[in-house]
């Protein structure tokens, strides 16, 4: 089975609102995490990552939260803005892999003016 | 940078038809990735190469799949035959390692529909 997924699969917040988009991943041996936003008709962009010997870290306007315990992995976008809807992916890279991320289903964010 | 290029941006054709889709990784990433999205399945993997070479192709459907890298600046993706199956948008992605660091760049993908 797929070893990323998602809670949420629909979110709809208010302009300027704070977003928290959720991620589970069930496989221990990931070391590597990676956010992506991908806006209708095109491809997915890198938002922000995190190692596995990290717990959070900031970028401009998202943080992400990795709580390795219940293997869960979270974005946050402060001050949402029309410009963030979009569907937002969470990966994994497993540790020794060469490279091959495995993605989650993804869950759509509409903001709302 | 141009980013990575992909073609056609859209492919229309009949079942049993040859398709080829094209990509041009960004200049000196070492690691070009095929990816298929469909509502259903989400983003699958289905071959990467490294420096050229095919390292893991266990996504790759079946054998009407079937993918080249012929140099470090281009790749394609071939269906032969096509089936309505097959349809969906393809995206090409590369980046400079894998590993602890490893960042996709991703093309605007090919939304390939097999009648």
């Known amino acids: 089975g797929e070893s990323v997924g998602l809670h949420l699969p629909t979110l709809s917040v208010q302009e300027g609102d704070n977003s928290i988009i959720n991620c589970a991943y069930s496989?221990?041996?990931?070391?590597?995490f990676i956010w992506y936003k991908q806006e209708s008709g095109k491809g997915p962009q890198f938002i922000i990552d995190?190692?596995?010997?990290?717990d959070k870290r900031q970028g401009q306007r998202v943080t992400v939260l990795l709580n390795k315990t219940v293997k869960h992995l979270s974005l946050q976008i402060a001050a949402t803005q029309p410009g963030d809807s979009a569907v937002y992916f969470c990966?994994?890279?497993?540790?020794?892999?060469?490279?091959?991320?495995?993605f989650g289903k993804g869950t759509k964010l509409s903001v709302k003016p | 940078d141009a980013g990575v290029i992909q073609s056609p941006r859209h492919e229309v054709t009949e079942m049993g038809q040859e398709v080829t889709l094209r990509c041009k990784p960004i200049?000196?990433?070492?690691?070009l990735f095929w990816y298929r999205q469909t509502m259903m399945r989400g983003l699958e993997l289905l071959i990467y190469?490294?420096?050229?070479?095919?390292?893991?192709d266990s996504g790759m459907p079946e054998d009407r799949f079937s993918a080249k890298m012929p140099n470090a600046s281009f790749s394609t993706l071939k269906i032969q035959p096509s089936e309505p199956r097959d349809s969906a948008v393809y995206f090409c992605?590369?980046?400079?390692?894998?590993?602890?660091?490893?960042?996709?760049?991703f093309g605007s993908g090919t939304q390939l529909s097999v009648l």
């Open positions: 990966a994994e890279n497993l540790r020794g892999s060469q490279g091959n991320l495995i």
């Open positions: 995190i190692r596995s010997n990290m």
């Open positions: 200049s000196g990433h070492d690691y």
């Open positions: 190469f490294n420096n050229n070479v095919p390292i893991d």
């Open positions: 496989n221990s041996a990931s070391d590597y």
């Open positions: 992605a590369s980046s400079s390692r894998a590993g602890p660091n490893e960042k996709l760049f």
